[in-house]
């Protein structure tokens, strides 16, 4: 949803401390009034500090609930920190600990449970707790033998924490339930048949969860679809050091979708969700993440939210056939040298596409096929990349079936874009002229697809990082006497320096045990070594 349906403020309220008339209203949340300054301190006192958010939940009938900036908010500005609810391994994952969720190997056990962990500290965190009290209780085994593979025995492990809130946390787990699972939409699809097996027969006829009291665990089969749904709409995937899991966020759950967000979110140590303004973002505009894949068409974004979300977008990036400028979507005409083939209604996913030079047309399933052959040859390329290959691909693909920003080619060109100058058949200075003019085109796509980086941050700072190598590369040729005063190579250590702190600009909020934050770390490293080189070159 784009944009902000006009909010038309109250000028007068009551006064949230004390009752009386008022009009001075909180600056950040716009939602308390005062009667006087005093009313306010008192109030803040009193527990506003820790309610004062400067967004607004509304409700619609397109969207549901929905969130909007009750303040105008600067880019970087927080909107929001806040705990899960739950946190607890993914439906398909490798046996990993149940307390710190690092991958486990087997040779240690809950001495209480016997799931697979890695120490005894790990046994008594309290994440571990509901499924540990369910199998001292039922003593059913745990049954993994093979610890390189997923198993399916954690497919039960989020639902099962979900519904032990409800002794542990009655509130949390009213708020669980408040979110929305699209349990209607869900009944009878595939999803819904295979949760009915893996989940919630394997809870009920294994684990056996009803012959808990119903005030302490709600077993019925419509419980426990209702709570498989509201995590699949809701949760957030949270990449920890060696696995990924999921964390539910009840407030961040509010926030709606669009496929150019504007805000952003990482997460810190405690686990808590933070979550910025990833743009400037007006009072009243609506505020937004992204549930789907930023580097994916629009057929395949739209498909993904239908089948994963249970909507269809609309949003401004959706209804456009060019994707914002960038043809990430666009195929070459067959019939004219000059055009490219785009949807003629992209919310339409049966609308033909027609060129834009010479009105030819072709079916949506047409462009499908030539999708689907695209990624195959991508993919394949992508398993054992070398510059020669990928080159060849890009190019021949590039002038012949798809715009050269097409999305499928748009992955290899990130690979490629690093392995110039890398790869040993492409250490020369032609390559690092591709290499700059391929990170040149690659971020102006980033950059129109993603303005505030919301989700691009790792594959716009890799580029980043890239081309100031590049630049540099170049900058690095002459070092000698007579070159060091040369205008050229002060812009070009200018240049570098100006890359390598967007760079960390743009990497700053991604955790230091992932590999954008350790990319941000060496950004940081180069660029005081920049700095230290440079002032070499203007000392007499
Ligand atoms: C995480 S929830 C968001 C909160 C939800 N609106 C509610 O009231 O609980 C996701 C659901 O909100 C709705 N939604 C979110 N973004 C939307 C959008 N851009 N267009 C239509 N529906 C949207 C869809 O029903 C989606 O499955």
Redesign the pocket.
């Known amino acids: ?1 784009e944009g902000g349906e006009e909010q038309q403020e109250p000028e007068v309220g009551m006064c949230a401390n004390c009752g009386f008339l008022a009009k001075l209203r909180c600056a950040n949340c716009r939602q308390a009034f005062y009667c006087k300054r005093e009313c306010q301190r008192e109030h803040w006192k009193n527990g506003h500090k820790d309610q004062c958010q400067p967004f607004q939940v509304l ?1 619609s009938a ?5 969130m909007v900036a009750s303040r105008d908010l600067k880019a970087g500005d927080v909107i929001l920190k806040e705990d899960p609810i739950v946190v607890g391994p993914k439906q398909i994952t490798e046996p990993i600990c149940l307390g710190c969720y690092a991958r486990v190997d087997g040779s240690y056990r809950c001495q209480k449970c016997n799931w697979p962990m890695c120490g005894p500290a790990c046994e008594s965190s309290p994440d571990h707790l509901p499924e540990c009290v369910v199998g001292q209780e039922i003593g059913s085994p745990i049954d993994i033998a093979n610890f390189d593979e997923p198993n399916h025995f954690y497919e039960v492990i989020f639902p099962l924490r979900c519904l032990a809130l409800k002794k542990k946390s009655p509130k949390k787990y009213e708020q669980l339930l408040s ?2 699972s ?1 349990y209607e939409d869900r009944k009878g699809t595939h999803v819904h048949q295979e949760n009915q097996k893996s989940i919630v027969n394997f809870l009920r006829n294994y684990f056996f969860i009803q012959e808990f009291p119903i005030e302490d665990i709600d077993s019925s089969e419509k419980s426990i679809h209702t709570i498989t749904g509201i995590t699949d ?2 949760s957030l995937e949270l990449r920890l050091k060696h696995s990924e899991v999921l964390g539910l966020y009840p407030t961040f ?6 496929c150019t967000p504007n805000s952003k979110h990482t997460f810190n140590k405690e686990r808590q969700v933070i979550v910025k303004a990833a743009v400037d973002i007006k009072r009243g505009e609506h505020i ?1 993440t992204m ?1 789907t894949h930023v580097l994916w068409g629009t057929a395949a974004r739209r498909d993904h939210l239908k089948h994963s ?3 269809m ?3 401004f990036r959706c209804s456009d056939p060019t994707e914002l400028g960038t043809h990430f979507s666009a195929l070459r005409c067959k019939q004219c040298p000059n055009g490219f083939m785009l949807s003629a209604a992209p919310l339409d996913e049966l609308a033909a596409w027609i060129c834009t030079s010479c009105n030819a047309t072709v079916t949506s399933d047409e462009v499908k096929e030539i999708n689907l052959k695209i990624g195959e040859e991508v993919e394949a390329a992508l398993a054992m990349p070398s510059v020669d290959s990928l080159e060849k691909l890009v190019q021949r693909h590039g002038k012949n079936l798809v715009h050269p920003n097409h999305f499928h080619l748009f992955a290899a060109r990130h690979t490629l874009l690093q392995m110039y100058g890398r790869d040993p058949s492409s250490a020369g200075e032609e390559s690092m002229k591709k290499k700059e003019k391929m990170c040149q085109d690659f971020l102006k796509v980033c950059t129109a697809l993603d303005p505030g980086m919301s989700r691009l941050a790792p594959y716009a700072g890799i580029a980043l990082y890239e081309y100031h190598l590049a630049v540099l590369a170049r900058a690095r040729q002459e070092p000698d006497a007579k070159h060091v005063d040369s205008a050229a190579l002060k812009k070009d250590v200018e240049t570098a320096k100006a890359l390598l702190q967007q760079c960390i600009r743009v990497l700053q909020d991604e955790p230091e045990d992932q590999p954008e934050g350790q990319l941000c770390q060496v950004a940081q490293q180069n660029l005081a070594e920049l700095r230290q080189w440079e002032a070499t070159l203007s000392s007499p």
């Open positions: 949803m409700e397109e969207l549901g609930r929905y979110l929305e699209h709409v809701n759950a509010m926030l709606e979708h669009s937004s549930y979300k249970y909507f977008c609309t949003c």
